[in-house]
Nanobody, 122 residues
Framework: QVQLVESGGGLVQPGGSLRLSCAASGFTFSSYYMGWFRQAPGKEREFVARIYWSSTFTYVKDSVRGRFTISRDNAKNTVYLQMTSLKSEDTAVYFC???????????????WGQGTQVTVSS
């Protein structure tokens, strides 16, 4: 069956870095756009970044551009989110997701992981 399993979350101080990983199985990973979303306490889930299957095109939301980088390794069926210069407002549960179309809309994503908690606090 389809599985997306995130890892790499945790507690980090402001200004610190984390790298999230998402291991995929059960579908043709290289045929899908992969995205990262996040949901902060009391807020709706929001798009963070996406990457085309060939890694040629990436898109990162404005508020994290320059701090977050999305990448993927199709040989390992894994997508990554490198996060640097973390801020308290980056605190959220981070989800990876897979879509057949290029989109920032969570409704267009077919498969979802369970999420990994990122907490930015001193």
């Amino acid at each position: 069956q389809v599985q997306l399993v995130e890892s790499g979350g945790g507690l980090v101080q402001p200004g610190g870095s984390l790298r999230l990983s998402c291991a995929a199985s059960g579908f043709t990973f290289s045929s899908y756009y992969m995205g990262w979303f996040r949901q902060a306490p009391g807020k709706e889930r929001e798009f963070v970044a996406r990457i085309y299957w060939s890694s040629t095109f990436t898109y990162v939301k404005d508020s994290v551009r320059g701090r977050f980088t999305i990448s993927r390794d199709n040989a390992k069926n894994t997508v990554y989110l490198q996060m640097t210069s973390l801020k308290s407002e980056d605190t959220a549960v981070y989800f990876c997701a897979a879509a057949k179309v290029r989109s920032t809309n969570e409704g267009d994503y077919d498969y979802w992981g369970q999420g990994t908690q990122v907490t930015v606090s001193s």
